[in-house]
């Protein structure tokens, strides 16, 4: 049986290049609007609209810091695979601005590559998360057909929410992070770990049907999720010595209209309900992103942080995995795993908590569509 991290000498085959899809972020004031016109493309939604949520970039000079923090997963990623003799070459494409997927997918398909592996940088089951970047792909892969370019096969590699490498730089995180607290509050903070919130409907049909986890309340999506958390809170209580530390999973970056019902309780609500309830302090901890892109810096740095300060609430906020070595060398161990296990060869999957290894391989009626079916690849 191969071991990921101890892996046959067949290496990444049949793989010849690693792709990290993501998905981007302006770079420049005059790119704001443009790319928020890339995001809701289809929706409907007023150029002036998207001028008022584009004040959200404009506090950061119309930069988001995604892009900047791709680059440094991507250094990392070369780096690791270099030291560890993995000749794997890795690009990087994103969905909604420059260096877009498809202009991507077209470099590869000129550079020689047919059989890609995909990074998505997003660490759990669900539609915008998994099936919507399995979409991008399906779109971009058309385009080069009509193009007459090679054709290539793309596989996502599995969730890694659960991997060693992403919950242990987050446990250091959290750590690191009740360590700013007063030393007076520091014992009695409250931990709340913080996501994107997605409507409530489409938290309900993440996973794969046969998912255990997507017949729990909110499917698979929210499972993985409070998994994680579990897992975080225990480490952390055990380094600790606070044993009955509370905890909550916490929603953030709601987008969608008043109407529909989306994941709560949002992290400004939560903060002014566990003031009233006497807490001392809280600690964020945003295990729903990979790194500090705007959604961290605005919704927690700047709104969150706003809100506690008006209570007179402590708080301090865990760091994101970002390019962190575990991280780097937990995508290494997944390309590993993925390609013996192509290979046919017997794989011994790396995963902490109750939930066990993800699928490789996503089902047809994942994580659905919630406007229209549309063609994704890697599933079946």
């Not at 290539?152 to 929410?161: I, N, P, S």
């Amino acid at each position: 049986m191969s071991d990921a991290r101890n892996p046959s000498p067949s290496g990444a085959a049949p793989y010849d290049a690693l792709l990290l899809l993501s998905f981007g972020g302006p770079e420049a004031p005059e790119e704001v609007v443009p790319f928020l016109e890339n995001v809701t493309r289809g929706r409907g939604i007023p150029k002036e609209r998207l001028k008022e949520v584009g004040k959200h970039y404009f506090l950061f000079g119309g930069v988001s810091p995604i892009n900047e923090q791709n680059r440094e997963l991507l250094a990392a990623l070369r780096k690791d695979f270099a030291e560890h003799g993995l000749d794997l070459p890795v690009y990087w494409g994103n969905r909604n601005w420059a260096p877009y997927l498809v202009d991507t997918l077209r470099e590869l398909a000129g550079d020689g590559h047919r059989r890609i592996a995909v990074l998505a940088t997003s660490a759990y089951a669900g539609y915008s998360g998994c099936r919507q970047y399995r979409e991008n792909l399906a779109d971009a892969l058309a385009t080069l057909a009509a193009e007459g370019l090679p054709a290539l096969t793309v596989d996502k590699l599995r969730h890694f929410y659960n991997h060693p490498g992403f919950i242990e730089p987050m446990v250091d995180a959290t750590l690191a992070a009740l360590a700013e607290l007063p030393e007076a509050v520091r014992t009695g903070a409250r931990l709340a770990f913080t996501t994107h919130s997605i409507p409530d409907t489409m938290a309900e049909t993440s996973g794969a049907p046969d998912d255990p986890a997507r017949g729990r309340p909110g499917g698979a999506y929210v499972a993985q999720h409070l998994d994680v958390a579990r897992l975080i809170a225990a480490a952390v209580a055990e380094r600790t010595g606070v044993a009955d530390r509370p905890w909550e999973l916490v929603f953030q970056s709601r987008s969608g209209a008043p109407h529909t019902p989306w994941l709560e309780p949002d992290i400004c609500d939560h903060l002014a309900a566990r003031h009233a309830e006497g807490a001392p302090a809280v600690v964020m901890v945003p295990i729903g992103f990979v790194s500090d892109h705007m959604e961290v810096k605005y919704d927690l740095d700047t709104e969150a942080v706003a809100k506690a300060a008006e209570l007179g609430l402590p708080v301090a906020r865990a760091a994101t995995v970002g390019a962190d070595p575990r991280f780097t060398a937990a995508v290494r161990e997944l390309v590993l795993e993925r390609a013996a296990t192509e290979r046919g060869e017997r794989v011994t999957r790396c995963a902490l908590g109750t939930l066990g290894p993800s699928h490789d391989v996503c089902a047809v009626a994942c994580c659905p569509n919630p406007r229209a079916p549309r063609p994704a690849v890697a599933e079946r």
